[in-house]
């Protein structure tokens, strides 16, 4: 059984890192198609999406999961119950945020700066209807270990959702030049993906839904339900969404605050969607750390705290991957994006990389040593330097400040952990990785001189691939991290 667990555990983070990395990626193609404000009008109401794909992906059906566990040695019938009114209270809330959220989608839309995107928002949130069936299932599944379905499911989701999201950019210009209509269609291919996901998993399991709607004025089992939830479940859920919600931030603020400084609506929206470029790459950056751990960390924590395998790993490669990544960032905003515009504001926007990955294991230690209070706390206030501090600086630095903004909350949040746990990150005293680094900087940096000849997009390609590997063969010339292998 214990075998079974963990291999279904590895291809559900296998599909998982797919899924990351095809998120990222389709985003490249979809930018050249709409163009800067074209990418502005869908990643405005983005993070409402991705807010909701995460319950319905690892918050309730991971809940489910183990409430079925918890329960494992009672009656059948109980397990039935507590199944039927989870689905139950799952089900109003989504009924009740669906209907509220719908109402609010003008105003929201107004406080975005930007009235058209009301109908795209009211497609970006319809999914919140899907998430009680979704998270039903996939829990189901997981509660008998079988990872598998939920893996297939994702996979299912993810690649229709992505196809039609193409489709939507290659039909601008052909039926429309209105953005905000093809951000509205992109949406709905993200509704259609979750629905394909979910008919997948009814056609894969035996499970009926009868019965599911009785009982519904339970309301003393559903409070139960709620109890069991739990605050360790919620500290969960907000971590997971944390960089979602910073997002949601800037989608009130960066735009407002460009509008303020005196740039026309018009134009904010074009460095909005600039902006948010830096969203693909910091995906990008992350997929390798937080694969190594969602993989290695259920099998390397012993005693609430992580090995100092796993944390040499995350730190040396999170830190390194950023530094290449700034390096030829201005060389890859050429090739992808086709311009140089706001270099350094997406150059500041990646340096989230490191600390990101460095809080993810501060928060993973506390976790597992039942610190939720603490952990929830020091969240909360990263979010909170967050909204105070990304307005005053947007108006004063542009999408510099924006970048700035989230670099010092996260700061924020990560001394707050490093300080509690009193614990200093040695690793950044490693003078020989600072010497990997700065060789290989000095590698990349001469290789630009050298090739720095080419306008062709695909030479360029060629030449920012040969500069990716010769700077990661020098970093790892000199610096060899032992048992890196184990956890790549």
């Not at 990418?39 to 183990?66: C, E, H, K, M, R």
Request: glycine fraction near 6%; charged fraction near 15%; charge should be positive.
């Amino acid at each position: 059984m214990k075998k079974t667990l963990i291999s279904g555990a590895g291809v559900l983070t296998l599909v998982g890192f797919l899924s990351k990395i095809l998120a990222a990626l389709y985003r490249f193609p979809y930018q050249n198609m709409v163009g800067d404000k074209g990418f502005y009008a869908f990643q405005q109401v983005y993070p409402f999406y991705s807010i909701i794909t995460t319950l319905s992906l690892v918050a309730l059906p991971n809940f489910l999961s183990s409430l079925r566990h918890t329960s494992q040695e009672a009656d059948e019938m109980i397990k039935k119950r507590e199944t039927q009114q989870f689905f139950q209270t799952s089900f109003l809330f989504s009924l009740a945020s669906v209907i509220l959220l719908s109402i609010l989608c003008q105003p929201l839309a107004q406080l975005m700066g930007q009235p058209k995107l009301a109908l795209p928002l009211l497609m970006a949130i319809s999914p919140i209807i899907l998430v009680p069936f979704l998270s039903l299932y996939r829990g189901l599944a997981q509660s008998k270990n079988d990872m598998t379905k939920s893996a297939i499911s994702q996979m299912v989701e993810q690649v229709v959702r992505v196809v039609l999201i193409i489709l939507a950019a290659f039909m601008f210009t052909r039926l429309t030049d209105d953005v905000y209509t093809i951000s509205f269609l992109a949406m709905l291919g993200s509704f259609i993906g979750g629905l394909a996901a979910l008919i997948y998993l009814i056609r894969s399991t035996n499970f009926k839904f009868k019965g599911l709607f009785t009982d519904l004025t339970d309301w003393q089992m559903k409070k139960e339900i709620i109890r069991k939830f739990g605050l360790a479940s919620l500290i969960f859920t907000f971590f997971m969404i944390y960089m979602l919600i910073f997002q949601m931030v800037d989608v009130f603020f960066v735009k407002n605050a460009l509008v303020h400084s005196g740039i026309s609506s018009s134009h904010a929206e074009i460095l909005k969607g600039i902006y948010d470029r830096g969203q693909p790459f910091l995906q990008l950056g992350l997929v390798i750390t937080t694969a190594i751990l969602t993989d290695a960390l259920p099998k390397m924590t012993q005693g609430g705290h992580i090995s100092k395998q796993i944390v040499d790993a995350v730190t040396y490669l999170s830190i390194a991957l950023t530094v290449g990544l700034v390096l030829v960032l201005p060389e890859m905003n050429d090739v992808l994006f086709k311009s140089h515009t706001q270099a350094l504001s997406l150059q500041l926007f990646i340096m989230q990389i490191p600390i990101i990955s460095m809080i993810q294991l501060a928060h993973h230690e506390l976790f597992l040593r039942g610190h939720h209070k603490i952990s929830g706390a020091i969240l909360l206030v990263g979010l909170l330097f967050k909204l105070l501090l990304v307005y005053p600086l947007t108006v004063t630095f542009g999408l510099a400040g924006a970048s700035i903004s989230s670099l010092i909350s996260l700061l924020i949040v990560l001394v707050a952990y490093q300080s509690y746990r009193r614990r200093l990150p040695k690793q950044v005293l490693n003078l020989r990785f600072w010497l990997a680094i700065l060789v290989m900087s000095a590698v990349v940096l001469l290789g630009k001189k050298l090739f720095d000849v080419s306008e062709h997009r695909v030479l360029q390609l060629i030449e920012l691939l040969l500069l990716t590997a010769a700077g990661a063969a020098t970093f790892f010339s000199i610096f060899r991290m032992k048992n890196i292998r184990e956890l790549l």
